[in-house]
């Protein structure tokens, strides 16, 4: 991967400054491009929510915000209460995951959130009473563990015992439960199997599935009808450079060609993203400390490591690396450096696991070069350990 010349000057700028070791810089101005674009070309209903858990740092939150989105996802009352306070209405909050709160069910329910995605029977009974209680009725989406299983997906959600939503094979004895709940309104389903997809293939077939589960749905529940159908997300990130980006594009005219198919013209559609829309707006940049040779092999130390961006160690996989020289001098005649090598690069925590880039090829870094990792936007700070060994944490940098 190749820096822009406007983060190659930003990230040299912020490294030269005295004490500044390690940072995220972002650039959220892709992130707004992405989501225009999104709205340009995704078919009628389709609305396009920022899933605030990639990155819940404001200048995100502005992002989306300016961009136009429809609202935000949220996964805990922090990340509400988060939202609101940039700007977004509670209406414009959908609430999903497992293990609500009764603290965070009821200040929904105060506040007024679009909807909450009920994730097991006992959650629909618990926001029933907070409802009853309350006097209130909130709209509500299912969501379910489905049967299938995507076998490319980076994460699965899928085709296996799940602490996410009601096992396909139970939904309909459950289902009809919850339809006699009188403080729910039941608007639909939310079915994510699956995410880090590169393949529209697989994504669409998800897609045809849960249409597919809908409609049997409306056909047994007469007063069922999933007028929302909540996809998740699941776009990928070409972390790897292997040159074959998510395409949106045949996403959108291929689920046009599936709503049609269906008949579904006239639901709405929700799609929470949040990798794909962040991904590509941070980068982790650090100060290579040192460089040694251990048993053949090139080991790069860096000031910070996964108590700074856990997610390489914790998914096995490397980001795109690229090294910014800084021209320092060396500290003695026989410094080792890297030319052309395979290296290792970790930060400074006293862990084997605390590996930021396994076996990569660096053209070549010496001692007080910057490491950027790219890619970096999302699952970063937030998804870190970062007072393991109490060193400083990052800053973060907006440009």
């Known amino acids: 991967m190749i820096l822009t ?7 040299q700028k912020r490294a030269s400054q005295s004490g500044t070791r390690s940072f995220y810089l972002y650039d959220t101005s892709i992130m707004r491009a992405k989501i225009a674009n999104l709205k340009s070309i995704m078919p009628a209903g389709v609305e396009v929510f920022y899933a605030m858990k990639a990155n819940p740092h404001r200048a995100f939150l502005d992002a989306a915000k300016k961009a136009g989105v429809e609202g935000i996802e949220i996964a805990s009352l922090g990340e509400a209460t988060a939202a609101v306070a940039a700007g977004f209405a509670p ?11 009764p603290e965070e069910l009821e200040w929904s329910i105060a506040n007024g959130v679009r909807t909450v995605h009920i994730e097991s029977l006992t959650e629909a009974h618990r926001l029933n009473m907070i409802c009853r209680a309350k006097g209130k009725k909130q709209d509500m989406l299912v969501r379910v563990n489905p049967n299938f299983h995507i076998d490319d997906a980076q994460v699965s959600f899928s085709g296996g015992s799940s602490k996410f939503g009601i096992d396909e094979n139970r939904l309909h004895s459950d289902l009809s439960e919850i339809l006699k709940l009188d403080h729910l309104n039941f608007r639909g389903l939310h079915v994510y199997a699956a995410t880090g997809l590169l393949k529209v293939e697989d994504l669409l077939k998800n897609c045809e599935l849960v249409f597919t589960m809908a409609r049997a749905i409306e056909e047994k529940f007469k007063n069922a009808i999933c007028d929302i159908i909540d996809f998740g ?19 959108a005219a291929k689920l046009q060609q599936l709503i049609t198919q269906f008949g579904f013209g006239n639901r709405r559609f929700m799609l929470e993203l949040g990798r794909y ?13 040192d460089i040694k040779s251990s048993l053949g092999k090139k080991q790069i130390v860096c000031a910070g490591g996964t108590n700074h961006f856990r997610r390489p160690a914790a998914l096995k996989i490397n980001h795109p690396v690229v090294i910014v020289p800084m021209n320092r001098s060396p500290i003695f005649d026989a410094q080792e450096k890297v030319h ?56 973060e940098v907006v440009i």
């Open 340 to 395: 052309d090598e395979q290296v290792y690069i970790g930060g400074p925590l006293c862990s084997s696991i605390d590996k930021i880039a396994n076996d990569i090829y660096v053209k070549d870094a010496t001692i007080g070069d910057i490491v950027v990792l790219c890619l970096a936007g999302a699952y970063g700070l937030s998804m870190s350990h970062v007072n393991f060994l109490s060193h400083e944490p990052p800053e």
């Open 233 to 251: 997300g699941g776009f990928g990130i070409d972390y790897l450079e292997t040159g074959k980006d998510f395409s949106p594009q045949d996403y």
């Open 277 to 289: 829309l962040g991904a590509d707006s941070g980068w982790y940049c650090t100060e290579i400390l």
């Open 91 to 101: 209406k414009q909050l959908i609430f999903t995951g497992p293990g609500k709160s």
């Open 5 to 11: 010349s406007k983060i190659m000057t930003a990230v």
